[in-house]
């Protein structure tokens, strides 16, 4: 299929958009006005860009149409966070950039399309119970971020009664590994074990999936995914423990000793929201994100299963998002050197190849031709210039 990818700059577009082109699709790259393709991007190859501005019908139609023909688009873009400066930026990109891209390629031509929802919208409970496709968020109170899900899903499966557009929601859950520009919420969670002192734990519990089956479980949907139906991609259920434990063992530093409770964890996110507004910084965990300490994120996946897809275990997804923290400026050197990192770190992180520059110059915001790799040098640059962990 000729398949549009929004979002292939961010963590889970890069894997869908490699995903597909494995699968020998075509894909198409959609990325923000000027933006060029990163290089772990142009590397994978034969990976056009086009240039739209998501809240931009025009600009869209004007992308979408004019990319020789599309047969589906996977639509991964959205902002994730849980900063409160985002929640205008929230409804804007999530849910009406969401009808707008819609709209754009079922205009194109488009009979299909993948959204990236998220598990959030299956809700969560007290208890370690696994939810289902069939659950929703409750009148817990949520993350602006969380309720900007539920209306993109809302406005994705109003746009395919109006257009006849078959569109399929994936539901990932927490989604760890790289590679990644700007640090996400995702990967921010095993950050802030390394850089905890007190290496604290809470109560409660998440979902984690390795991004590179996140990828593939979007192209599984792609293929396979019933219109108008949700699919949760998840692998194993953890407790906040165990996950803790995880990042402890293969990064060879102390165990998770204390549990915090919610209160304490929602003060400890105030000060560190006090320290970013101080430094202008981004928090590195926010009182938002603080109200989901103390429940279960846990999900079963087995309707995306059935379909074909798998996930890896938690422990190497964990690995992989060590590997390209440990490579990221977000890790303070400092603690970087404190680490020991467990041999499956490094080979959970692909070193990556050195991208063929984008023949368009890549500003152009009309379609470029598809990037075909060099032969791989014997050597692959790695993705940073920073210096990489012992
Ligand atoms: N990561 C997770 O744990 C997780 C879990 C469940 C669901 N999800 C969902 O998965 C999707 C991708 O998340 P991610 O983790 O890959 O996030 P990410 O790394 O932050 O990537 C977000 C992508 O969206 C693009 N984008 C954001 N705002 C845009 C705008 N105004 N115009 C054009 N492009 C814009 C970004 O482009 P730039 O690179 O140019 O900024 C980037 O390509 C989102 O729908 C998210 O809700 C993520």
């Known amino acids: ?5 929004t979002g292939a700059t961010g963590l889970v577009g890069h894997h869908v958009a490699a995903a597909a082109l494995a699968a020998g699709h075509e894909v198409t790259a959609v990325t923000r ?9 142009a590397a994978l190859g034969a990976v056009r860009r086009l240039g739209a501005e998501l809240t931009d019908a025009t600009s869209l139609a004007r992308a979408l149409g004019g990319a020789g023909g599309i047969d589906a688009v996977i639509h991964c873009a959205a902002v994730y966070s849980y900063a409160p400066s985002t929640v205008t930026e929230l409804t804007d990109v999530n849910v009406t950039g969401t009808r707008l891209v819609l709209e754009a390629a079922a205009d194109a031509g488009a009979t299909r399309a993948v959204v990236t929802s998220s598990s959030v919208t299956c809700g969560s409970g007290l208890l370690p119970v696994e939810r289902t496709e069939r659950d929703h968020l409750g009148s817990e109170p949520v993350p602006a971020y969380y309720a900007s899900k539920v209306r993109q899903e809302r406005e994705a499966l109003d746009v395919a009664a109006r257009t006849g557009l078959d569109v399929v929601l994936a539901l990932p859950t927490v989604v760890l590994g790289g590679p990644f520009d700007r640090l996400g919420p995702s990967n921010a969670i095993v950050l802030r074990y390394l850089l905890d002192p007190t290496r604290s734990t809470f109560p409660g519990g998440c979902n984690v999936v390795d991004a590179r089956d996140a990828g593939a479980g979007h192209v599984t949907l792609l293929e396979h995914g019933e219109p ?4 949760l991609l998840g692998g194993d259920n953890v407790t906040w423990r165990t996950l803790h434990a995880l990042v402890a063992d293969l990064a060879g530093i102390p165990q998770p000793v204390a549990e915090l409770s919610p209160g304490v964890a929602w003060l400890a ?3 560190a929201e006090a320290w970013a507004s101080v430094t202008s910084t981004t928090p590195l965990s926010t009182r938002e994100e603080a109200t989901t300490v103390g429940r279960h994120y846990w999900y079963s996946s087995d309707p995306a299963r059935a379909l074909g897809y798998a996930a890896r275990p938690a422990r190497e997804a964990v690995a992989a998002s060590l590997g390209w923290l440990a490579v990221s400026p977000d890790l303070p050197r400092v603690v970087r050197e404190s680490l020991r990192l467990r041999p499956e770190v490094r ?12 023949p368009s110059g890549g ?4 379609a470029s031709a598809p990037v075909t790799p060099r032969r791989r040098p014997p050597r692959p640059a790695p993705p940073r210039r920073r210096p990489s962990p012992r």
């Open 269 to 271: 996110s105030a000060a």
């Open 228 to 231: 108008g139906e949700r699919y």
């Open 33 to 41: 006005l000027g933006r060029s393709l990163p290089d772990r991007l």
């Open 363 to 366: 500003d152009g915001d009309t």
């Open 347 to 358: 080979a959970a992180r692909p070193l990556q190849p050195r991208a063929v520059p984008d």
């Open 1 to 5: 299929m000729r398949v549009a990818v």
